[in-house]
Nanobody, 124 residues
Framework: QVQLVESGGGLVQAGGSLRLSCAASGRTSSNYVMGWFRQAPGKEREFVSVVRWSGGIPYYADSVKGRFTISRDNAKNTVYLQMNSLKAEDTAVYYC?????????????????WGPGTQVTVSS
C-alpha cells in the first residue's frame, strides 16, 4: 500500500503562483509513476502532469504546459507541482496519484493510489 497526502493548496490571485506537495509513504519504490490530476466542480477529473520516480522527462497536459512544473525529491519521498501564471480556470481540487510501472498514464482509472486532494482557488 502507498499513502499519499497533498498540501500547499489555497487562494491566489490570477497570475500568481502556488506549489503543491505530495508526500508518499508506505511501499514506495522507484518503479512508480506519480501523477497530478484536478477536478473542478461539475467536471470530470482531468490529467495535469506525470513523472517517474526514477527520473526522466515529465509529461504535461496542454492546458498547463509552460506554466506548471512537476518535480520530485526521492530523498523526501515527495512530488511537487509548481504552478505559475495561474488562471481562474485552474481552480479545482488537485489530487496526487501513484501507480506501479513506468507508463505515463493520463487516465485516472489507471492509478491505484490517491491522496485526499487539496483545494486550489484562483480569483480573477
Amino acid at each position: 500500500q502507498v499513502q499519499l497526502v497533498e498540501s500547499g493548496g489555497g487562494l491566489v490571485q490570477a497570475g500568481g503562483s502556488l506549489r503543491l506537495s505530495c508526500a508518499a509513504s508506505g511501499r514506495t519504490s522507484s518503479n512508480y509513476v506519480m501523477g497530478w490530476f484536478r477536478q473542478a466542480p461539475g467536471k470530470e477529473r482531468e490529467f495535469v502532469s506525470v513523472v517517474r520516480w526514477s527520473g526522466g522527462i515529465p509529461y504535461y497536459a496542454d492546458s498547463v504546459k509552460g506554466r506548471f512544473t512537476i518535480s520530485r525529491d526521492n530523498a523526501k519521498n515527495t512530488v511537487y507541482l509548481q504552478m505559475n501564471s495561474l488562471k481562474a480556470e485552474d481552480t479545482a481540487v488537485y489530487y496526487c496519484a501513484a501507480t506501479s510501472g513506468s507508463v505515463f498514464y493520463t487516465a485516472s482509472r489507471q492509478y491505484a493510489y490517491w491522496g485526499p486532494g487539496t483545494q486550489v482557488t484562483v480569483s480573477s
